[in-house]
């Protein structure tokens, strides 16, 4: 991953998944109310304006593991400022946070790769962050988002197993 030359930070990570289609994935990020199922140390996460996976909605998510953060209580209100299903894509902005993520717009993407598997792509752009560096920010992206399709990945396999 290289740092863009700009003030901001960019990055972008993906995981990909061998037991998951596209279609089995895409359906869980799109359910932007409830990303503490599959968000690694999130404890909650509610939607507190529209309709839960259309554009404008604004979810309040709390708990994040973060390296350095402000407390027990991290949270974050994030809107969601496009959806294209057909691409299975959708990009967020965090419009107010208490641990210093400003300027931030994010974009999620669900590739297939085949039948059987498909690729999650996490994408960013935020301003930089005073309590890390590009570098952890990252890694910690990467690991979230391993994590996640781990978890997601597991679950849709258990749920066929039943």
């Known amino acids: 991953m290289e740092k863009s030359s700009t003030a901001k930070w ?11 289609s596209a279609d089995q ?14 968000f690694p140390g999130m404890s909650a996460c509610n939607g507190i304006h ?27 209100k994030a809107r969601l400022v496009a959806v294209d299903p057909n691409e299975m894509s959708l ?3 965090i419009i107010e946070s208490n641990f210093g993520f400003n300027s931030y717009v994010s974009t999620v993407k669900v590739i297939g790769s085949g039948a059987e598997g498909c690729v999650v792509e996490w994408s960013f752009t935020i301003d ?16 979230i988002l391993d994590k996640m399709t781990n978890k997601m990945e597991v679950g849709l396999v258990e749920k066929k197993a039943l």
């Open 128 to 143: 930089p962050v005073e309590w890390t560096t590009y570098e952890y920010m990252v890694g910690m992206y990467q690991d």
């Open 50 to 76: 529209g309709v839960n996976g259309e554009v404008g909605c604004i979810r309040h998510c709390v708990g994040f593991p973060f390296k350095n953060s402000v407390g027990k209580d991290c949270w974050a």
């Open 10 to 20: 960019e990055g972008k990570v993906t995981s990909s998944l061998t037991k998951a």
């Open 25 to 38: 994935i895409w359906p869980l990020f799109i359910d932007f109310f409830n990303l503490h199922k599959w």
């Open 91 to 93: 990009s967020y902005d």
